[in-house]
């Protein structure tokens, strides 16, 4: 069992900067693969970003190519998000999960999920 808690969101203004974080208990967390999937109301959760558990393979969705990066610390059991040149439309639920070893992309690959942070990109 991974149990998963995000933080670090909120309300930034558009060309701002966040980071979230994402905690994970237990002692395999280095046996996961993370990944970060976000929800706008009355939207599908879409993927974002994902990493190997070593770190060494990540994967971007074509949206946020080049703005957000995602990294682990697996000495901390924790997963980040640094996401910099924000826009209204990255508002929306971030989630972050835990699953198969490589970097998937499709969320049918991850077994735990956190509850969520929210990010506002508004003016």
């Known amino acids: 069992q991974v149990q998963l808690v995000e933080s670090g969101g909120g309300l930034v203004q558009p060309g701002g900067s966040l980071r979230l974080s994402c905690a994970a208990s237990g002692r395999t967390f280095s046996s996961y693969a993370m990944g970060w999937f976000r929800q706008a109301p009355e939207k599908e959760r879409e993927f974002v970003a994902a990493i190997s558990r070593r770190g060494s393979i990540t994967n971007y969705a074509d949206s946020i190519k080049g703005r957000f990066t995602i990294s682990r610390d697996n000495a901390k059991n924790t997963v980040y998000l640094q996401m910099n040149s924000l826009k209204p439309e990255d508002t929306a639920v971030y989630y972050c999960?835990?699953?198969?070893?490589?970097?998937?992309?499709?969320?049918?690959?991850?077994?735990?999920w956190g509850q969520g942070t929210q990010v506002t990109v508004s003016s």
């Open positions: 999960a835990a699953g198969s070893p490589v970097a998937p992309v499709r969320s049918s690959f991850y077994d735990y």
